[in-house]
């Protein structure tokens, strides 16, 4: 079976049904898919986390991704992506190391081709129905493109002024 989903975290609230709901967050879903801070016990103790691994993270949160989704809810603009997530379901039938080499392609086409910063993570469980294992990849990134200038936090989600590069 195949499944994919894409979508978009965002400080903009979101309108359904003609009812304003409250954003989802970016930090939330990070923590969500590495099984952090409030999701360490997460309700769900027979999925198993196989793989987390973040990269591209710009400078001033080099070897802290949680930073960085911290420094996309606070500083990204207004209505602007914080983040962009897929889930993408894997073949049961490969291994746990295939699982994580086939993710380290969908990593490189989608995010090291771009320098985009991300955090992905593998999860399994066993299938509601027929018990088989389910795994599946959450990949998010942002599509702020880290080049290499050292910035900081507030200053790597500004807008690029063409009039006047420097700021």
Not at 34 to 49: G, M, Q, S
Not at 137 to 164: C, T, W
Request: aromatic share 10%; proline share 6%; net charge positive.
């Amino acid at each position: 079976m195949y499944h994919m989903s894409y979508e978009h975290t965002s400080k903009a609230p979101t309108a359904k049904n003609g009812k304003t709901k409250k954003p989802i967050s970016c930090v939330k879903r990070f923590r969500y898919i590495t099984r952090t801070k409030e999701y360490a016990n997460h309700k769900d103790h027979a999925e198993k986390v196989e793989y987390v691994k973040s990269g591209n993270m710009p400078s001033f949160c080099k070897d802290r991704p949680d930073q960085f989704w911290e420094a996309a809810e606070l500083y990204e603009r207004k209505n602007g992506r914080t983040a962009t997530s897929i889930v993408l379901a894997l073949p049961k039938e490969l291994t746990p190391e295939q699982r994580i080499e086939l993710t380290e392609k969908i990593i490189e086409q989608f995010c090291n081709k771009f320098n985009f910063p991300y955090s992905a993570a593998i999860h399994n469980h066993a299938g509601a129905i027929s018990g088989q294992d389910q795994p599946h990849l959450h990949l998010m990134f942002s599509e702020r493109l880290n080049d290499g200038i050292a910035r900081p936090f507030d200053r790597f989600f500004k807008r690029h002024n063409s009039k006047d590069p420097a700021k």
